[in-house]
């Protein structure tokens, strides 16, 4: 059975948690977007990783770990979080990459700082819009042309030669033309020239023989290309909707659609956030929640939940189960508010705005519920829950429309509680 484990907020909801959780049992886990702006914390065994290109299964051994075609690679990052988790293992995690998934390259980061997208947008400077701007403009860099160096070189050598025309006296653009490059690419790539293939096939095989595959998303339904809040978004599609395109296979069936919700919410980076709260609250949430991003560092924005935007998120998602996280963290707040509408333009609406200019205009309208002290970090049993807690989930499932397949009440994989309500 194919389970797809999709945020659906502003990214950082927990979902290398959950995968981590899920894998235990798949054959096979597969990334399909974004790249090394993602940050998933894992805890295996005791051990804390913020993964960024490979999959969160990657720490089982019956796992093939795949970074499909929507994904975009920085070959260092993969480098050297590969070292690090097989120093970890003891073995070296098995690996495919699609041969049409395209390569970060230095000059990728360079456009994003010469553009002052860090500036303009919050981008995480990792050269992500830059590399599928190239992508959509047909003169990127593939993993399969590492497996031709004369392709390698030749497309390189054109790319530079566009960028040398565009910006003529750039010295950083200089600087890179050394003509090393694509000898410095082919040193990086070494190791996983052996693993670059056609993952699209091999996915597709794995779902016609039911196997168990997992499809971990990065970052979540609010910061989606087209569907989330652009131009404060990265540059992929994130969604269930997008899934298919990701990993080049058309999707029948995937039984199990977990969206993950964190309690409340956060957002890193530019752009509006109804629910934000710029006071002593949005500061404990942080403080409570250690709110830091895992790529940057940067003090994650929080807020309430939001029900709009979970419902927005949750037309492209489709969940079939929510795996609300961090419950935990709440614990202690008198009251709990949840947004269940907006006011805009001096009327009420449940719309979610398209447009970034509508949706910095909306004021949350808040239902309060209320809130519960004991530490739920030990409970195991959704019964254990304090009737507030379990409320408040409820009143979550309905707002969203699917419901809750698991709890998660502290970072490591034990600190879970599975209702058996996930799929179809
Ligand atoms: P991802 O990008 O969706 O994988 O999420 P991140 O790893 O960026 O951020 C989630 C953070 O919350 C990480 O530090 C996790 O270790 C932590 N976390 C995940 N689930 C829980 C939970 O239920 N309770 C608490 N307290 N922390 C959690
Ligand atoms: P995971 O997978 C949270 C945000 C950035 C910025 C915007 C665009 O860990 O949930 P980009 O570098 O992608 O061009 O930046 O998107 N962003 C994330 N925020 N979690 C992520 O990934 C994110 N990946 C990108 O902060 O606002
Ligand atoms: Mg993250």
Redesign the pocket.
């Known amino acids: 059975m194919a389970t797809a484990v999709l945020?659906m907020q502003?990214?950082?909801e927990g979902?290398g948690k959950v995968t981590h959780l899920l894998a235990k049992d798949a054959t096979m886990v597969v990334r399909f977007n974004?790249g090394p702006?993602?940050?998933?914390t894992v805890i295996d065994r005791g051990v804390r990783f913020g993964t960024h290109l490979v999959p969160a299964g990657v720490f089982y051994p019956d796992v093939l770990s795949v970074l499909a075609s929507g994904v975009v690679i920085d070959l260092s990052v993969l480098r050297q979080e590969v070292e690090e988790i097989s120093r970890h293992l003891g073995w070296r995690p098995r690996l495919l990459i699609s041969e049409a998934a395209h390569l970060i390259l230095p000059y990728h980061r360079l456009l994003e700082d010469l553009e002052g997208m860090a500036g303009t947008?919050?981008?995480?400077r990792?050269g992500?819009?830059p590399v599928y701007r190239d992508r959509a403009a047909k003169v990127g860099i593939r993993s399969g042309d590492l497996l031709s160096p004369p392709r390698l070189r030749r497309r390189l050598d054109e790319r530079m030669d566009l960028l040398k025309r565009l910006a003529p006296r750039s010295p950083e653009i200089d600087a890179l033309s050394g003509g090393g490059l694509a000898e410095e690419l082919l040193r990086s790539a070494e190791p996983f020239l052996n693993s670059i293939g056609d993952a699209a096939g091999a996915i597709g095989e794995a779902l016609a023989r039911d196997e168990a595959v997992l499809f971990e998303g990065?970052?979540?339904a609010l910061?989606d290309l087209d569907f989330g809040t652009y131009p404060?978004?990265?540059?992929s599609s994130t969604t269930f909707a997008g899934l298919a395109n990701g990993i080049g296979v058309p999707l029948l069936r995937v039984d199990c659609r977990i969206g993950v919700i964190k309690a409340y919410t956060t957002r890193?980076?530019?752009?509006a956030f109804p629910t934000e709260l710029v006071d002593e609250v949005g500061e404990t949430l942080r403080r409570e929640g250690a709110e830091f991003g895992?790529?940057t560092g940067r003090p994650r924005r929080c807020g309430w939940l939001d029900l709009v935007a979970l419902r927005h998120a949750a037309a492209f998602d489709a969940p079939t189960g929510l795996a609300v996280t961090k419950l935990d963290v709440l614990s202690g707040s008198e009251e709990i508010k949840l947004c269940r509408a907006y006011r805009l333009g001096g009327r009420e609406t449940t719309r979610f705005p398209l447009a970034a200019e509508d949706l910095a205009e909306c004021q949350p309208v808040y239902e309060m519920v209320p809130g519960w002290r004991e530490d739920l970090s030990g409970m195991r049993e959704y019964d254990e829950l304090p009737k507030e807690a379990r409320s408040y989930l409820a009143r979550i499932a309905e707002g969203v429309g699917a419901p809750i397949a698991y709890v998660s009440l502290g970072p490591s994989a034990e600190e879970t509680i599975a209702t058996g309500f996930d799929s179809e």
């Open positions: 945020g502003w990214g950082d979902k974004g702006n993602a940050g998933h947008f919050g981008t995480t990792r992500i819009a990065a970052q979540g910061l404060f978004v990265t540059s890193v980076g530019e752009g895992t790529t």
